[in-house]
């Protein structure tokens, strides 16, 4: 098997879980979950086929469901 470049090893340690994404909101894991089955919250990344796939976060998608958050709180 050969190595991986940096840049894709430096990219695979910096996705989160649904479990991290959920501390960073101050959410429990469980809405972070159901979110994604309703196509509502962060863009996720499936790692693989299937439903049993394992889910993770680009930090990225979570700042930008954050700003957008935002920008509709102040709509309001």
């Known amino acids: ?3 991986q470049p940096s840049a894709i090893r430096k990219s695979q340690s910096t996705l989160l879980t649904t479990e991290e994404v959920a501390e960073r909101l101050d959410i429990p894991a469980k809405t972070v979950a159901a979110w994604r089955s309703q196509l509502r919250g962060p863009s996720y ?4 086929p299937g439903k049993r796939a394992t889910i993770r976060y680009r930090p990225e998608a979570i700042d930008e469901f954050i700003a957008e958050m935002e920008r509709q709180t102040n709509r309001r």
Do not use: V
Request: charged share 15%; glycine share 14%.
């Open 1 to 3: 098997m050969s190595a």
């Open 45 to 48: 990344i499936r790692l693989g």
